[in-house]
């Protein structure tokens, strides 16, 4: 789609600002279902709501034609746990050395979402754990699956 045809798509629905105002926008213009992602139906009632916010807030951000190609797979609430090592005991700092992330649902059960380690560094024995959650927003992008921490509607990385 060019841009001329997503502009066309915006102000049909009234939208002359090319601002996504409400998640029905969403679905009017992009055929977007918020609800219909993956992950979703295990978020509890606050996550969802900083969800909703946040879809529209990252959609508003890209161009037309960059949003024409955003394409939301995922959205969970992680428990991102990084293993830590030293190289050398004597080392004053831990390198990340792999990780586990778990989805947590509603109740806080937890499912293993991805595992990775650096295999630079799988000789190295894990001495501690580091662990953070957040939101996890996984989608698709010019072809290419992305994903980001959402801290909060309007802050991600």
């Given amino acids: ?59 508003n951000a890209f161009g037309l034609e960059s949003r024409a190609t955003l394409v939301p797979s995922g959205i969970y609430y992680v428990e991102d746990v990084d293993y830590l090592a030293k190289e050398r005991p004597e080392d004053d700092h831990y390198m990340v050395v792999g990780g586990i992330i778990y989805a947590l ?18 000789h190295l024995e894990v001495i501690e754990s580091e662990s953070k959650n957040y939101l996890r927003f996984e989608y698709e992008h010019q072809g290419r699956n992305e994903w980001l921490h959402v801290t909060n509607e309007k802050s991600w990385y």
Avoid at 14 to 30: A, E, R
Avoid at 32 to 40: E, L, Q, R, T
Avoid at 43 to 55: A, P, Q, T
């Fill in 105 to 122: 649902d509603r109740n806080g059960l937890k499912s293993v979402h991805r595992t990775w380690k650096d295999e630079d560094y799988e």
């Fill in 1 to 59: 789609m060019n841009q001329s045809q997503i502009e066309n798509l915006y102000k049909a629905n009234g939208l002359t600002d090319y601002k996504l105002k409400s998640t029905d926008d969403l679905l009017k213009v992009h055929g977007i279902n918020f609800k219909a992602v993956g992950g979703y139906n295990r978020l509890d009632d606050v996550h969802r709501l900083v969800y909703e916010k946040f879809i529209l807030n990252i959609f």
